[in-house]
DNA sequence: CCTTGTAACCGCCACG
DNA sequence: ATCGTGGCGGTTACAA
């Protein structure tokens, strides 16, 4: 099967390399030819990556179209405010057209949504440029958190070196959980890595509302997290019902008063939590109370748990 | 794991 | 009539 990375000049090395030596790996553990991995090219010759290595391609965009089985486009820094000419998108689309699948690599998702072949897809990026993604391609079905994602043909992964967890998964496919498995440890990674993207994102950015009722209670809340901050509670603050209260912060910050508050509460539960304060402390300090509010809080935001959270992030591991 | 109480949310409608 | 407001009831998600 043939493997194509797309790369254009300034992408991330990684974003090629981290699927290529996957799919080498298969074939060092199997000692079969299963993959044929190619990196492809807009430009002639060398390419140079954002890092300043340069790698050289097996084939160009403009040399004979050959058929492929899994097309992946890379992203890198800058990628996503490239523009693709006609001659890429002709390129892109007739050879995904021919290929069992098809995707992207970080922000490579940029790329692909430019051809139209993500429209009506589920797909996702680099947590730092999702929103963007999202905002320019409404007809995507974006999902900020994923490591990865595969729909129908379409697969996608998260920024960098999720693009190994991807190549990982499409390989679980094609040779089966065993195979995959070997491969993982042979590279010393996970096969299933825990948590979603999120976890490794900026906090939130804090959207200011015009109504300076609701900005002064967003202010408060923020620095009252271990108190009570139910609707009714935060509605007597801002001298409203609860359900205008509730109506009138939907529409000023774009997301509800409960959806707020978790938002901030994790926040500096995330904060808290690379500290030694204990768990306890933690939950009490940042508002849920209990470490059982604190896990599940934990599992839905960030797709994992307190204890993980903290060995991954925390000091003196 | 299941059961049960409760809070949040939202559509609907009425009021001024 | 339009707009901002607030009460009610149903549904859902979650904490105990």
Redesign the pocket.
């Known amino acids: 099967m043939r493997v194509a990375i797309l790369a254009f000049p300034g992408c991330q090395i990684l974003d090629v390399i981290g699927p290529l030596e996957v799919f080498a790996e298969v074939n060092r553990q199997t000692g079969r030819d299963i993959y044929q991995v190619e990196i492809v090219s807009n430009v002639a010759g060398q390419l140079l990556g954002c890092s300043g290595i340069s790698l050289v391609p097996t084939r160009a965009i403009h040399d004979p179209i050959v058929k492929v089985d899994t097309l992946l486009v890379a992203g890198g820094p800058d990628i996503q405010s490239r523009l693709i000419t006609t001659g890429e998108n002709r390129w892109i689309v007739e050879t995904a057209a021919d290929a069992r699948r098809y995707g992207s690599i970080c922000s490579g998702a940029f790329i692909m949504a430019q051809t139209g072949l993500l429209s009506g897809r589920r797909v996702t990026t680099h947590w730092s440029k999702a929103e963007n993604l999202a905002q320019r391609y409404p007809d995507i079905i974006l999902e900020p958190d994923a490591i990865f994602i595969c729909d129908g043909p379409v697969c996608t992964s998260a920024g960098v070196t999720a693009g190994i967890d991807l190549a990982l998964a499409l390989v679980e496919d094609d040779c089966g959980r065993d195979v995959a498995l070997k491969t993982a440890r042979e590279l010393v990674v996970n096969l299933k890595r825990t948590g979603g993207q999120s976890q490794f994102g900026n906090d939130a950015s804090v959207k200011v509302a015009s109504s300076p009722v609701i900005a002064a209670v967003c202010t408060w809340l923020s620095e009252h997290l271990d108190g009570d ?6 509605a007597t603050r801002a ?12 529409k000023e910050i774009g ?6 508050v978790e938002t901030k509460r994790i926040e500096l539960a995330r904060k808290l939590i690379t500290t030694d304060v204990s768990l306890q402390t933690v939950a009490e300090q940042s508002g ?3 470490i ?2 604190l896990r ?2 934990f599992a ?1 935001r960030l797709m994992t748990t307190p204890r993980i959270y903290r060995d991954n992030f925390g000091k003196g591991k």
Do not use: C, K, W, Y
């Open positions: 901050l139910s609707m009714e509670a935060l001298q409203m019902s609860a359900r205008n209260f509730s109506r009138i912060f939907l997301v509800t008063p409960h959806d707020f849920f109370g209990t059982a509010n599940r809080a839905r």
